[in-house]
């Protein structure tokens, strides 16, 4: 068998155009840990976890993040804000800057693949200008056996050097940090910026392209578990409304938690091979699994330690956007290898700061369309500067920022394996009930989760339903260990004309987010949309 030193001998970053590299061919987790304490690029903290700092950048940056237009994607990308074209040309040109600049360094390579499913793997060769971030693939991207490497053909190359400044106006950034796909050429080329993220999204970008188009295959920003009956169970969620939490259950086991596809075959598989959980005020009265995770192995970014190693996770003086990655096997309960099959039921979830929404409702396929085309949340008074009370926010698909098609395409794809699988959706308000933020309280996270067992258990299949009035959603009206005026909003308020005027305002806001989206929407999706307002 050949050994890895005698691999990275073999190993020729010459196809790339980076000449003469001191290659450091897939080291270890803990080598790595241990090259970058002794080059001074982290330190330990006391639960043996590697703390890190990103530099200027601690999350991602979407302005700078950008599609190579070309034969392959000049028809199919949805171009705009969010998925901003690049010419080849200047790609080319950049590209050539970037490996010459790496050229003559020490550098960090890993072969890796992402998705579980042997039918849809990708092959990932990843070249790393820091032996952190490089421990950072190893983390997140799926881990080839000894066997596997012997034969390893990489299909798409992630190059990653953060030190290195783009210059906007000789190559077309718009600042000195730039990630660009190019999926003629099958790169990720990603400079300036020091954010692991960007590594990890740039493949999920990939795949949300790939997948549909080439796979029939529908890409989603979830998370996933499956129970001992075989179903599985998938949760949608922007930041902040529960995702990571709900989808920890004991009785159940992770398939993953954050990216997934879902097959033809009615299979759900895991992108990835590890997590990248947000530690802002982490405890482990809070989230036992990620705290527990959290040991030898694992990358905290950008977050505060006194001189004895304590992580203080309450202090966002670097960042909200405190880190933490861990390969998922940190993780007790999961499913090996991650792949679930028979999904039957979904949950959207969204923090409703306003207090409008049920804490559960049943969706029509045209209502889970619209309302997976909507990806609603709210921000709260206090969350970022100038906002002061709560404000609507809207990110398709729940994940606008990674998907290069137009919304409507994944939405249309999901109502089509809602029907074929006979898949239950729900829509599951984790924020406010009795008011808005500052009137009203969070929704009990007891009530929540008996909510979500209820509707995996089958027992909201056989309750009675009356429709909200101006959202038109389907509300059980009795569930096990829930109390019956809980799941009707309107009654929590004190002030009835007060919660029907916002329910009102929020139904408004919902129809003007979607005109951008209603010339491609089918009248199934468009009558989904809230009855009033």
Not at 15 to 34: D, F, M, P, R, W
Not at 366 to 390: D, L, M, R
């Amino acid at each position: 068998m050949v050994n890895k030193n005698q691999t990275a001998n073999m190993i020729s970053l010459d196809s790339y155009g980076i000449k003469n590299a001191k290659v450091n061919y897939q080291l270890t987790s803990q080598e790595l840990h241990n090259e970058t304490i002794s080059k001074g690029l982290g330190k330990v903290a006391n639960s043996g976890a590697l703390a890190v700092d990103t530099g200027e950048f601690t999350g991602r940056s979407p302005l700078d993040r950008f599609i190579v237009k070309d034969e392959v994607t000049k028809d199919k990308v949805w171009w705009g804000d969010i998925n901003i074209p690049f010419s080849p040309e200047k790609f080319d040109a950049l590209y050539n800057k970037v490996v010459d600049f790496l050229s003559e360094k020490e550098l960090y390579v890993r072969d890796s693949f992402a998705c579980a499913d042997e039918n849809y793997k990708l092959n990932i060769r990843v070249i790393n200008e820091q032996p952190w971030m490089n421990m950072f693939a190893y983390n997140m991207f799926l881990r080839p056996s000894e066997a596997e490497l012997e034969n390893f053909d990489p299909e798409w190359l992630i190059v990653n050097a953060p030190s290195f400044m783009a210059n906007p106006e000789e190559d077309g950034t718009r600042q000195h940090n730039f990630a660009i796909l190019n999926f003629e050429r099958k790169i990720a080329l990603i400079g300036g910026t020091g954010y692991t993220g960007e590594i990890k999204k740039g493949i999920f970008s990939a795949l949300n392209f790939i997948l549909p188009v080439f796979k029939n295959t529908m890409p989603m920003h979830c998370s996933a578990n499956v129970g001992e009956n075989g179903e599985t169970a998938i949760f949608f969620g922007l930041s902040g409304t529960g995702k990571t939490t709900l989808s920890a259950d004991p009785k159940r086991k992770l398939i993953g938690d954050d990216e997934h596809g879902w097959t033809s075959e009615n299979t759900i598989f895991n992108f990835e091979g590890g997590c990248y959980a947000k530690v802002i005020d982490l405890s482990a009265e809070k989230e036992p699994d990620i705290y527990k995770a959290i040991k030898s192995g694992a990358i905290l970014e950008n977050v505060i330690m006194d001189k004895n190693g304590e992580v203080d996770f309450e202090d966002v003086s670097i960042t909200q956007n405190t880190r933490v990655s861990y390969p998922i096997y940190h993780i007790d309960n999961i499913q090996v290898p991650s792949i679930g099959k028979n999904p039957k039921n979904i949950f959207f979830l969204t923090a409703d700061a306003f207090g409008v929404l049920p804490p559960i409702s049943k969706l029509t396929p045209g209502q889970a369309a619209y309302h997976f085309i909507s990806g609603y949340t709210a921000k709260v008074a206090g969350t970022e500067a100038g906002i002061n009370e709560p404000l609507p926010n809207f990110s398709a698909c729940f994940g606008a920022p990674f998907m290069p098609l137009h919304p409507t395409k994944y939405a249309e794809m999901l109502s089509e394996k809602m029907k074929n699988a006979n898949v239950n959706v729900w829509l599951v308000n984790t924020g406010w009930t009795g008011g808005p933020y500052g009137i009203g309280s969070r929704m009990k996270l007891k009530y929540t989760r008996a909510m979500i067992t209820a509707a995996l258990e089958g027992k909201l299949d056989t309750v009675e339903y009356k429709q909200h009035v101006i959202f038109g959603l389907n509300i059980p009206q009795t569930c096990d260990e829930v109390p019956s005026e809980v799941l009707n909003p309107r009654t929590t308020w004190d002030n009835k004309e007060a919660y029907d005027a916002k329910a009102l305002e929020l139904a408004t806001s919902f129809k003007k987010n979607f005109k951008k989206y209603e010339d491609n929407a089918n009248e199934e999706i468009l009558a989904g949309a809230p009855i009033a307002g």
